[in-house]
């Protein structure tokens, strides 16, 4: 094959389609080939997360340049499949479109739902309906609602704590939740005087799934308070590092009391620049 047969066309959908099958062709790309079903789809997660970023930033060109990264990721993914059971990304695509139609009866029909709770409702008793037709039992006698094994640990507690308070299992107002807290941060500290590790990691656990409560009744986002606690460590760490750089300074050889010298002056720096922008 010469090089200019496995040129694509630019600027089209089809080209990335075409491209992803000359990398997955022999002759194409030594790490495409390699790549599995489960790598692949591992590696849509983190196109997934950082498009998450992108966002977060209000970066309007990463998140378009994201948006590129995890487009051809679902489609490689798909192209993988197509290798083992006949799938194109025009299937994938008609597929997702009648679910979609199927599943907005008070968009797509003459049947209005009066507001978002209603609408939620319509979904998922369509979706337990498509289970039931795929001999699958979609209640299993739990209102806990099944969760891929891949879902971020901090959105699965959030989203079992949601279903539990569906049917009553929740605190009756805040200072129940807030107790439970203080309540699992004294056994995780009861734990840290002994000498057990499984049983320091059991407090642990529930100790995050309190603070998870928390932000559930605060209608806050768990996953989201970490990433953007995440970046601002980040942003403020290596402002800490500019700042030993610039003095000419030994970071590994700093005492604990120099660091958090320089971590105050870096919190003061962000917080002077974010109060700046608005």
């Not at 010469?2 to 030594?30: N, V």
Request: hydrophobic fraction near 35%.
């Amino acid at each position: 094959m010469s090089d200019e047969t496995r040129t694509p066309a630019p600027e089209s959908f089809e080209a990335l389609l075409e491209t992803i099958d000359i990398l997955r062709s022999p002759g194409g790309c030594p790490w495409d080939h390699k790549q599995t079903l489960l790598s692949a789809s591992r590696y849509l997660m983190d196109e997934a997360g950082e498009l998450v970023e992108a966002a977060l930033a209000g970066d309007t060109d990463g998140v378009r340049e994201e948006l590129g990264d995890l487009l051809f990721m679902v489609s490689f993914v798909c192209r993988i499949l197509s290798e083992t059971r006949p799938t194109s990304m025009y299937d994938i695509a008609r597929e997702g479109n009648e679910k979609l139609i199927r599943r907005h009866p008070h968009v797509f029909q003459d049947n209005p739902a009066k507001d978002v709770g209603e609408s939620q409702d319509r979904w998922n008793e369509i979706k337990a309906a498509e289970k039931r037709a795929r001999g699958l039992d979609p209640e299993r006698d739990s209102a806990l609602k099944d969760m891929p094994a891949a879902t971020a640990p901090l959105h699965q507690a959030y989203r079992y704590q949601k279903d539990a308070a569906k049917v009553g299992f929740d605190w009756p107002d805040l200072g129940g939740v807030q107790a439970k807290l203080r309540e699992e941060l004294g056994e995780v500290h009861e734990a840290l005087a002994g000498d057990d590790s499984d049983r320091l990691e059991h407090e642990i656990g529930d100790l995050l799934f309190s603070v998870v409560n928390l932000a559930r009744w605060k209608r806050i986002q768990p996953d989201m308070a970490l990433r953007k606690a995440n970046n601002r460590f980040r942003d403020r760490f290596h402002l800490v590092e500019a700042d030993f750089e610039s003095r000419d300074a030994d970071l590994n050889s700093a005492t604990i009391e120099e660091l958090e010298e320089s971590w105050q002056r870096a919190k003061a720096q962000l917080s002077s620049r974010s109060e700046s922008d608005q």
